[in-house]
């Protein structure tokens, strides 16, 4: 599994957390950066790892913000990405069983690394149940198809 991860400098905080499980899991990782404190604008980070993923070299993401909140709106602008954002494990696993999320969004200022840990680990062992999921996710994509150009 090919894992790209991103964040500003809100979510930093995070970050040897999430290579830590990711490793655990055996992924192969590439860390976009940011790789300091120092300010930087989270849709840079949300775009290089959202088009990691929709170009399918990657096949799932990890970015982090402050909230996680803006780097994931950023990366949803990406045709094909599905950036949830989650603060606690059941988020994670759901959004990977009902929206096959292909990125997670986590915040540095409002979840601790073990929390993040956790989270991670929750979103990458479960299972996608496609079904009547697979409708809805057909849907979203049908809204793609009517607005990105
Ligand atoms: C940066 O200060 C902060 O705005 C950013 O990390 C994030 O929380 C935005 O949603």
Redo the contacts with the bound molecule.
Sequence with gaps: MRVAIGC????IVLKSAVLETLQEYGAEVEDFGTYSEA?VD?PDYALKVAEAVASGKFDCGVIM???????SIAANKVKGIRAAVCTNTFMGEMTKRHNNANIIAL???VITPDEAKAIVKAWLTAEYEGGRHQNRLDKISQIEDKYFK
């Design positions: 500003d400098h809100g979510g300010s989270y913000c402050g909230t996680g909140i803006g780097i915040g540095g200022r």
